[in-house]
């Protein structure tokens, strides 16, 4: 079936620092891909989706690449600040039904 | 528009109590999801709903789980009689084509 697998965390980093989180997924076909962030205490928001191979998500200044020859869709940020403090998932659609499969998220924790 | 509305936010309640979550989706959107989130199996699908009607409920853990949405702005899940394995954050999330929106969560704690 449908699966997403992500970097085990905590990542933990200094501000300013370059963040990479990596996302490989199985799927039949060519999905949507989706990067979501869950705040401490708060339900998960879309941060940024591709839809097909070669697009790029971009949102809030993370970017990630739809590669469909490696099957990722690594999120990436060039300078992180210490509000981006939160769990990051990455998620498909399954298929053959409407709902969302997750990946295990990553917690990203930036120090001052 | 408010979002996904969920409720209550906290539950704590005694093993083989009823506990009641609710969620109201946002309005027009025609898919209802109920998530379940813990540390050790992460964000794990329990049932959807397709304008009302439950579509998929594999995920449900057991028979003590069950979800209902009479009408297009109200679904609850219900777990009869609680167990201690049951704390987690229930999510409740709606969605309309590609868009998914998520509440704020139950977090259940049974002790």
């Not at chain 1, 659609?93 to 499969?101: E, K, S």
């Amino acid at each position: 079936g449908d699966s997403v697998t992500q970097m085990e965390g905590p990542v933990t980093l200094s501000e300013e620092a370059f963040l990479t989180i990596n996302c490989t997924y199985t799927a039949t076909g060519y999905p949507s891909l989706f990067w979501y962030v869950q705040y401490p205490g708060e339900g998960l928001q879309l941060l940024l989706k591709a839809t097909k191979a070669d697009d790029k998500g971009s949102n809030k200044g993370f970017e990630a690449t739809y590669r469909k020859e490696t099957t990722s869709f690594h999120l990436e940020k060039g300078s992180v600040q210490v509000s981006d403090s939160a769990v990051y998932f990455c998620a498909l659609p399954d298929t053959g039904r409407r709902a969302l499969t997750f990946g295990s998220g990553t917690r990203l924790q930036v120090q001052p | 528009d408010a979002g996904v509305i969920q409720s209550p936010r906290h539950e704590v309640t005694e093993m083989g109590q009823e506990v009641t979550l609710r969620c109201k989706p946002i309005s027009g959107h025609d898919y209802l999801f109920w998530y379940r989130q813990t540390m050790m199996r992460g964000l794990e699908l329990l049932i959807y709903f397709n304008n009302n009607v439950p579509i998929d409920d594999s995920g449900m853990p057991e028979d003590r789980f069950s979800a209902k949405m009479p009408n297009a702005s109200f679904s609850t899940l219900k777990i009869q009689p609680s167990e201690p394995r049951d704390s987690a954050v229930y999510f409740c999330a709606s969605s309309l084509a590609d868009g998914f929106a998520f509440g704020s969560g139950t977090r259940l704690t049974v002790v």
